[in-house]
């Protein structure tokens, strides 16, 4: 026996139980080195602002608080901006994730929650965010290179039954005589007094969802993008047929475009949420409007160029000053989100509707706006709207399978009904005769405006066989 154990157990009558059993213990460590007790575990190393904290910001906020759109003047794409903190100071108290503005935020203890109009941060990402904070929230380490962002691996997948292209968008030109219909990376011209194809505009990267005329008719702007990588406007030469222009500069794919009627500007509209003017001469980006929290789904210029109206997913229609780029004020009648708008032909008045039935139109001020007429006018959401040229008629399209005809106090004057397909595209031809209107179907018909009768019924996009790659259909 050691003799350190011999001494203890023969001299236990003269120790108290509590130090008998700290110098047993010690005998046991220096007598045993496997029983001494273990080291404790290293700390858990602090989350990394680039590999952790940044992609939830990036995936739940950038959104609304990014260079583009900082709400509140925050802006959470990088670590200096996160530290700048915004209009109501700094968001991240190093070691104090408590008394964090972001945190609390986040977790609902301040009003309103974020991310806003979305499902609140998972437990696993606010905990992250919270260790990090309290663990000084350290930030990239010096000289350290960003990460290249990655695209997404996109898959192949042929289509193994027969497809067809859907009419995303459809326009008249100035003059009447072509109808630009836009699908899955073309747009093809017809003539409208022959009906006939006279030239195809290839090579978008994704569906055309938009279509604007220059005032001249001598240029057409196509608008989409690939969703959830970037926008893209092609802008081309009539006479030619060649592209002249690519407009790169939304994050987002684009859902309508339009031309201002001196020419010189074209305005588009983003499901990232923006609203860009750009010079139609050189392409390049003037003003980039940020106000709406949601998708962009309309814009349109005023007649007389002066006034900008975007419609979005957000429930509101702003109305912009193109001349400064200044909000002047929002129409906030609606109760879910909006997706189509047209300017009378005098420019008083205006016309959305979306996804809750409804047409709304409003007198609109200088200063401000205000309703004038609402109607629950369809059995589902309203797809599309657009006035007739000579303000007399208001013309709407509904995926409950309908084409409905209005006078300007919205009293029904005609339904095209059963429709072989969702109407997803209106335009009114300049002289007041037709409105087109093009279906997910592939197909484009005419309706005379007088008698609400389809004129002429065309199918714009065949159907692809199966195993036929839309790409190469397109490129064809």
Known sequence: MPSSLF?????????????????????????????????????????????????????????????????????LENYEAVMKGGRHGQVIVPRNAET?????????????????????????????????????????????????????????????????????????????????????QEVRLIDTDTGKLIGR????????????????????AAAGGPPQRAGEIKIWDLQTQQAVLTLNGHKDCIYSIAWSPDGRLIASGSYDKLVKLWDASTGK????????????????????????????????????????????????????????????????????????????????????????HSLIADEDSLLSVVWSHDGRTLVTASSDGSIRFRNANLDLKGVADRQ????????ASPDGKWVAAGRYNGSVSLYDLKTYEASRTTTIFDALQPTENPQEAASR
């Not at 499902?119 to 930030?139: C, H, Q, T, V």
């Not at 055309?208 to 001598?218: E, H, L, M, Q």
């Open 201 to 220: 505009l290839t090579g978008h990267a994704d569906a055309v969802r938009s279509i604007a005329f220059s005032p001249d008719g001598k240029r057409l």
């Open 285 to 372: 980006e003037v003003r980039n409007l940020q106000d709406h929290i949601d998708a962009v789904f309309a814009v349109a210029f005023s007649p007389d160029g002066r006034r900008l109206a975007s419609a979005s997913q957000d429930r509101t229609v702003k109305i912009w000053d193109v001349a400064t780029g200044k909000r002047l004020y929002t129409l906030s009648d609606a109760s879910d989100g909006l997706t189509s708008l047209a300017f009378s032909p005098s420019g008083d008045d205006l016309a959305a509707g979306g996804y809750d039935k409804t047409i709304y139109i409003w007198k609109l001020g200088d200063d401000d706006g205000h309703l004038v």
């Open 420 to 427: 072989t397909d969702w109407v997803e595209a209106l335009d």
């Open 7 to 75: 001494r203890i157990r023969s001299g236990l009558h003269r120790h108290p139980p509590a130090k008998v059993c700290l110098l047993f213990a010690a005998a046991l460590a220096a007598t045993s080195p496997g029983l001494a007790q273990k080291p404790r575990a290293a700390a858990s190393p602090a989350p990394s602002f680039t590999t952790d904290v940044a992609p939830i910001l990036e995936k739940n906020c950038t959104g609304c608080h990014s260079s583009t759109a900082h709400k509140g003047g925050l802006v």
């Open 100 to 184: 964090s503005r972001l945190m609390a935020m986040i977790e609902g203890k301040l009003d309103p929650q974020m991310p806003l109009d979305s499902d609140p941060l998972g437990r696993a990402d606010i905990k992250i965010i919270r260790s990090w904070i309290n663990a000084g929230a350290p930030g990239p380490p010096e000289n350290a290179a960003s990460p290249a962002p990655t695209s997404p691996a996109i898959p192949s997948i042929l289509p193994q039954v027969s497809v067809v292209s859907p009419v995303a968008s459809v326009k008249f030109s100035p003059d009447g005589h072509i109808l630009a219909v836009g699908g899955y």
